[in-house]
Nanobody
Framework: VQLQAFGGGLVQAGGSLRLSCAAS????????MGWFRQAPGKEREFVAA????????YYADSVKGRFTISRTNAENTVYLQMNNLKPEDSAVYYC????????????????WGQGTLVTVSS
């Protein structure tokens, strides 16, 4: 499966963005999916994940209550709705398929898509 994340951009603090992760090659309904982000000079970190059915959701503490992960298997797409954005949310955001046992460890993910840049100004 090939993944492509898009929807990033420049937004003011307190604003919202919705990221999309579009898949091709295979249907995402076969996969648990996750979003990660990487800020300049920092390691890639877990943001959110969803199981195949979209009824089990996982979030990093830093985004709980502000971000929502969802999926539309019929459209072969996974979303990340980001509200009340903060400057510290600025990063390149990546989506990936999960193959391993850990929901929040990037080593459990593969098929990393090309990321999309989110910049939040203060």
């Amino acid at each position: 499966v090939q993944l492509q994340a898009f929807g990033g951009g420049l937004v003011q603090a307190g604003g919202s963005l919705r990221l999309s992760c579009a898949a091709s090659g295979r249907t995402v309904s076969n996969y648990d999916m996750g979003w990660f982000r990487q800020a300049p000079g920092k390691e890639r970190e877990f943001v959110a994940a969803t199981n195949r059915g979209g009824n089990s959701l996982y979030y990093a503490d830093s985004v709980k209550g502000r971000f929502t992960i969802s999926r539309t298997n019929a459209e072969n797409t996974v979303y990340l709705q980001m509200n009340n954005l903060k400057p510290e949310d600025s990063a390149v955001y990546y989506c990936a398929t999960k193959w391993g046992s850990s929901w929040n460890n990037e080593r459990s993910y593969n098929n990393w898509g090309q990321g999309t840049l989110v910049t939040v100004s203060s």
